[in-house]
């Protein structure tokens, strides 16, 4: 399996899907994303999906 950390390092540079809040301190993956990732692997979830998560977090980073 892959380690917690490595998994928030995947997502920094945005190859890995993003998790979503369950509560306050849990979050989830939606199934059909980590699919979609081990079907592609890290670099080409990037390369499809960099941009979209990029522009998502930078949304997310302005409204904190």
């Given at each position: 399996?892959?380690?917690?950390?490595?998994?928030?390092?995947?997502?920094?540079?945005?190859?890995?899907?993003s998790s979503y809040a369950?509560?306050?301190?849990?979050?989830?993956?939606?199934e059909s994303d980590i699919?979609?990732?081990?079907?592609?692997?890290?670099?080409?979830?990037?390369?499809?999906?960099?941009?979209?998560?990029?522009?998502?977090?930078?949304?997310?980073?302005?409204?904190?």
């Amino acid at each position: 399996g892959i380690t917690k950390g490595t998994i928030y390092k995947l997502m920094d540079i945005f190859e890995f899907p993003s998790s979503y809040a369950v509560s306050d301190i849990c979050v989830a993956w939606l199934e059909s994303d980590i699919a979609e990732w081990k079907s592609l692997g890290p670099k080409n979830f990037n390369f499809l999906y960099g941009e979209q998560l990029k522009a998502a977090k930078a949304q997310t980073d302005k409204a904190a």
